[in-house]
Structure formats: structure tokens, C-alpha cells
T-cell receptor
Framework: QKEVEQNSGPLSVPEGAIASLNCTYS??????FFWYRQYSGKSPELIMF????GDKEDGRFTAQLNKASQYVSLLIRDSQPSDSATYLC????????????FGSGTQLTVLP | DADVTQTPRNRITKTGKRIMLECSQT?????MYWYRQDPGLGLRLIYY???????NKGEISDGYSVSRQAQAKFSLSLESAIPNQTALYFC????????????FGPGTRLLVL
């Protein structure tokens, strides 16, 4: 069974700090990786997509992918209270008819 | 107007009742999905459809059925609701491109008594 594992948290960081969220996956052949943000009571929204080893930066967000170690992480620099949300990691496994497998999410709280 | 809409937004029903959750999209996407979300379990795929004539079971399809009435409409039915189907249900669409971002509707909160 394809698995995506995330620490459920909650993770608390002070405002202005770097928040680090981690995700591991079970299939070494996985090719595409997504980070979604979900505010309480709202629907998930995509914030990062990465498919190559290394780092991808978008504003205050950096996704890091290490296929050899089978983990993908999300760094949020200069964390703001508005970043408080649950962050979902999703993986597209090979041969999966382009379905996504989601982790259970990490709840992040940024303290003012 | 929202690109992906779901109706109803909230529903309370009783065990054994048949209910339908509806999803409509104006994004012009061929691919549509139904997920359920339970606390601590993330999103799990129930059914997905790549076009009107293509319906596929997901990870947890037992107890559910779907209908793709048109490119823009994808409905989820619970034939005989049971309490462990109490959850938050999301519809999503995607364009089938390389990145294939999935866009989610606002969700339907279902309570089965």
C-alpha cells in the first residue's frame, strides 16, 4: 500500500521563525509531490509542486525533495500568524492513474 | 463565483437514508474526484472520473456510488447511509496537464445519525 507519512503536530513556531514540515513516502519511483494548505473549515489549496531533486522556492515557501531518502519537506520563512493551518503532503505514485495519495497533515500554529 | 461548487454544504441524515452530494465546476476540466476527510486520516479518494464515460473506484468506494451527468457535474450518492460515513466530503477537479493541480470545492459536512 502506498503511504505518505507526516507528523501530525501540532507544530508551534513564533512569528518570524522558520517552520519546517516533513513528509516521507513509501514508493521510490514516485515522481510528483505537492504541498497543500488547508485552513480550518476550508478546502485544501495548492501552495507548492516539486518533481526534481533539490529545492524549489516560491516567495517565503521552499520545497525540498530528496528522492534517495524518500522525503519531501516544506520550509516557511518569516512565519506569520496567517500561515497557521494544516499542511497536507500529497504524492503521485507511478502507475496510479495520476491519483494523489495524501498524508494526514501537519497542523501548524504561528504564535504572535 | 466559485469555480468548484458543492451542494449541500451541510447535511444531517439518518441511518439507512439515501442521499446525494452534488458537485459542479466551471473550470472546463475533464477530471473530477470525490474525497472524504476524517480527523487524523487526511484525504482519501472515493471515486474519480476522467471524462463522462470513465468512472473509477478509489481507495474507499464501498457504500458509495457516483454519476457523471456532464463534463461539469459529478454526483456522489450514499445508497444507505451509516454513521461511519460521517465526514467532510470534497469534490476536486484537475486539467490533466503535467502538474495536474487539483482544485477543491468548499466541501460538504455530512452527519449520519
Amino acid at each position: 500500500q502506498k503511504e505518505v507519512e507526516q507528523n501530525s503536530g501540532p507544530l508551534s513556531v513564533p512569528e518570524g521563525a522558520i517552520a519546517s514540515l516533513n513528509c516521507t513516502y513509501s514508493d521510490r519511483g514516485s515522481q510528483s509531490f505537492f504541498w497543500y494548505r488547508q485552513y480550518s473549515g476550508k478546502s485544501p489549496e495548492l501552495i507548492m509542486f516539486i518533481y526534481s531533486n533539490g529545492d524549489k522556492e516560491d516567495g517565503r515557501f521552499t520545497a525540498q525533495l530528496n528522492k534517495a531518502s524518500q522525503y519531501v519537506s516544506l520550509l516557511i520563512r518569516d512565519s506569520q500568524p496567517s500561515d497557521s493551518a494544516t499542511y497536507l503532503c500529497a504524492v503521485r505514485y507511478p502507475g496510479s492513474a495520476r491519483q494523489l495519495t495524501f498524508g494526514s497533515g501537519t497542523q501548524l500554529t504561528v504564535l504572535p | 463565483d466559485a469555480d468548484v461548487t458543492q451542494t449541500p454544504r451541510n447535511r444531517i441524515t439518518k441511518t439507512g437514508k439515501r442521499i446525494m452530494l452534488e458537485c459542479s465546476q466551471t473550470k472546463g476540466h475533464d477530471r473530477m474526484y470525490w474525497y472524504r476527510q476524517d480527523p487524523g486520516l487526511g484525504l482519501r479518494l472515493i471515486y474519480y472520473s476522467f471524462d463522462v464515460k470513465d468512472i473509477n473506484k478509489g481507495e474507499i468506494s464501498d457504500g458509495y456510488s457516483v454519476s457523471r451527468q456532464a463534463q461539469a457535474k459529478f454526483s456522489l450518492s450514499l445508497e444507505s447511509a451509516i454513521p461511519n460515513q460521517t465526514a467532510l466530503y470534497f469534490c476536486a477537479t484537475s486539467d490533466g496537464g503535467y502538474q495536474e493541480t487539483q482544485y477543491f470545492g468548499p466541501g460538504t459536512r455530512l452527519l449520519v445519525l
